[in-house]
């Protein structure tokens, strides 16, 4: 048997090196070309994020998607100065996936936002949606914090700045508990603040960020605990619907 020659003097790391990169090539030419991507800019001009749309397994959305990133792009701004907390910078790219078989609503994780398709379809109007999954992205916190506040800052977000005319749902006072997160939460959120501190929100999402999150942190700056504020809540809420009632 002759001898083994490599061919052309390469050696065998050359040629998987080139192997490699061939590869990496050839994915890199498949891999679709996103739907829309831009940027997002502060009142100087400068650019905070990329923002990327891919709507490649839903091309029927490639109209919405591209909407939804230009949403992204116009608040994400207002959310990094809404959100903001020392020594700290959000992500400087969000991607925004829309998924053919997802279930459910959408999921951000990291700097992606996931969509599911079929939700989008039946509610096309509901760009609120997309505002709540960007403060996840710009809240960035770590884990370990309460998962009813983060979703209580997000719908705060979406409640109190980007549909702040939108009709609000009525809580049942005996049923209802600040735990519910999402709107429930906000509204919760949102009465604390104009009854006691205006920087409450600004507070906590700088405790959650920074892992200090505590059920103490209600007290201090609101003089009264976590309970004893959502029992005036309640309280008020009963007072509201004895009027109606009437």
């Given at each position: ?28 030419a ?26 490649h ?18 608040w ?79 719908d705060?977000?979406?409640?109190t ?47 959650c ?38």
């Open positions: 048997m002759p001898p083994f020659r490599r061919p052309f003097g390469l050696s065998l790391v050359s040629l998987a090196a080139v192997a490699c990169l061939t590869g990496f090539a050839l994915t890199a498949e891999k679709p070309a996103p739907v829309w991507t831009g940027h997002a800019t502060n009142a100087n001009g400068s650019v905070l994020a990329r923002i990327v749309v891919e709507a397994e839903t091309p029927d959305l490639a109209a919405w998607a591209t909407r939804a990133g230009q949403l992204c792009a116009e994400y701004p207002k959310l990094h100065t809404l959100l903001a907390s020392e020594g700290f910078t959000p992500p400087d790219q969000v991607t925004l996936r829309f998924r053919a078989d997802m279930k459910g609503v959408a999921a951000a994780s990291g700097n992606v936002i996931n969509f599911s398709a079929a939700y989008v379809r039946g509610h096309t109007n509901d760009w609120g949606m997309v505002i709540h999954e960007l403060t996840h992205v710009v809240q960035s916190y770590p884990p370990g914090g309460p998962g009813w506040l983060v979703e209580g800052i997000a705060y977000v979406r409640l700045h980007f549909e702040p005319r939108a009709p609000r749902p009525r809580l049942n006072p005996d049923q209802a508990s600040y735990r519910d997160a999402y709107k429930t939460t906000a509204m919760f959120l949102e009465w604390a603040e104009q009854k006691h501190d205006a920087k409450l929100v600004s507070k906590l999402n700088a405790a960020r920074q892992r200090k999150y505590s059920p103490e942190l209600w007290k201090e700056a609101t003089g009264k605990t976590l309970d004893d504020l959502w029992a005036d809540f309640a309280a008020e809420l009963r007072a509201k619907k004895a009027q109606v009632g009437k």
